[in-house]
Nanobody
Framework: VQLVESGGGLVQPGGSLRLSCVASGSIFAILVMGWYRQAPGKQHELVADITSDGSTNYADSVKGRFTISRDNAKNTVNLQMNSLKPEDTAVYYC???????????????WGMGTLVTVSS
C-alpha cells in the first residue's frame, strides 16, 4: 500500500489548509484512515481518524476546528483545518489501516509526511 499526501504549506494564524491523502496498491478494504502530527520537540500524536462507516475521533486540541472526511470509492482521506494556530505547526502524517484480502491481517501504512507551518 502506498500513500501520497498533499496540501501542506505556510499559512497565517487563523487561516485554513486542507490536507489530502490517497491510498493505492493491494487493498481489499481500508478499515481506518487518519492523520497524526509531530511538532518539533514533541511526541507524535493523533489528530483525527475515521473508520469505514464514518465514525470519527479527534484530538481535544483540534475539536471544532478540524474536520476529517473520506471518500471510500477513491481511497482518500481529507483533513480540513480551520482557525489554525501556531501550535498546529507540525509535520502531518497520513496513516491507513487496511487489509489486502478478505480475512487478512491488518496492515498499518504511514505516509512520508507533509509540513504545516502556521506563522505570521
Amino acid at each position: 500500500v502506498q500513500l501520497v499526501e498533499s496540501g501542506g504549506g505556510l499559512v497565517q494564524p487563523g487561516g485554513s489548509l486542507r490536507l489530502s491523502c490517497v491510498a493505492s496498491g493491494s487493498i481489499f478494504a481500508i478499515l481506518v484512515m487518519g492523520w497524526y502530527r509531530q511538532a518539533p520537540g514533541k511526541q507524535h500524536e493523533l489528530v483525527a481518524d475515521i473508520t469505514s462507516d464514518g465514525s470519527t475521533n479527534y484530538a481535544d486540541s483540534v475539536k471544532g476546528r478540524f474536520t476529517i472526511s473520506r471518500d471510500n470509492a477513491k481511497n482518500t482521506v481529507n483533513l480540513q483545518m480551520n482557525s489554525l494556530k501556531p501550535e498546529d505547526t507540525a509535520v502531518y502524517y497520513c496513516k491507513v489501516i487496511s487489509r489486502g484480502t478478505l480475512g487478512g491481517s491488518d496492515l498499518h501504512t504511514w505516509g512520508m509526511g507533509t509540513l504545516v507551518t502556521v506563522s505570521s
